[in-house]
């Protein structure tokens, strides 16, 4: 799974994964986020016309097009397994997938010394932006526009956290990916293996905080094995 995740990057140096334009899409100032949770707005790209990238904002959970009000059961992530037969992705995956940009996310253990959660965060060599492989959908009778991550199951190194994790598209595959005529065995083009992680401070359990504490031993910090 996949239920929170960073975008702490400025985003002169996460635009350049996408062919972006317009200067509204190019010229963002966002703040950095480094606890971001299901519900919140979160930046997305889609196709976009004459062959570039189109940046879109909406709700991290999907809200299905066909629904009439909120969903009740959890849409923050969208299992691989089912995204093409699924009634709340099939439609998505058919015709509006996307790529979720940012440069890390979280993941859980339980201490054996306390019985909490230990929070890890998970990211790439030197701490590069990366693509989350997504959905998004539309709905006209709520007005919302919303995303999901795609979830699969897990490989080297994370299963040594959970069995299932984000699915990280190579960037080779971007095009492809956001083509609706390509099919999903494309996610199979992964940087599963080029993943690292190191253990941090408690405080990120708890979605408002959104920094990083004078504690925490920093999302730069060397690999801590299990």
């Given amino acids: 799974m996949c239920g929170r995740y960073t975008k702490y990057l400025s985003w002169s140096e996460i635009h350049r994964l996408y062919r972006l334009t317009a200067p509204a899409e190019t010229g963002r100032n966002d703040e950095p986020r480094y606890n971001i949770a299901p519900t919140q707005d979160v ?3 889609t196709a976009g016309e004459d062959g570039n990238h189109k940046l879109r904002e909406g709700r991290w959970w999907l809200v299905p097009f066909w629904a ?4 009740k059961a959890a849409m923050f992530n969208a299992r691989i397994e089912g995204i093409d037969t699924a009634p709340a992705f099939r ?7 996307c790529l979720i940009p940012a440069d890390g996310f979280y993941e859980w253990t339980i201490s054996p010394a306390d019985g909490k959660k230990d929070p890890w965060h998970i990211y790439q ?6 693509s989350f492989a997504g959905l998004w959908a539309y709905n006209s009778n709520l007005d919302i526009t919303s995303c999901t991550i795609i979830t699969g199951p897990a490989g080297d190194p994370m299963k040594q956290l959970h069995d299932r994790q984000p699915i990280i598209l190579d960037q080779a595959y971007y095009d492809a990916w956001l083509d609706p005529a390509t099919p999903k065995d494309i996610l199979s083009h992964d940087i599963d293996g080029r993943l690292q992680f190191n253990r941090v401070g408690r405080e990120v359990n708890t979605s408002a905080v959104n920094k990083l504490p004078n504690d925490h031993p920093g999302l730069v910090g060397p690999i801590n094995p299990l």
Wanted: hydrophobic fraction near 35%; charged fraction near 30%.
């Fill in 43 to 45: 930046p997305f790209v």
């Fill in 68 to 71: 009439k009000e909120m969903p």
């Fill in 91 to 97: 439609d998505a995956f058919k015709s509006k997938r």
């Fill in 125 to 130: 060599p030197g701490h590069a932006p990366f």
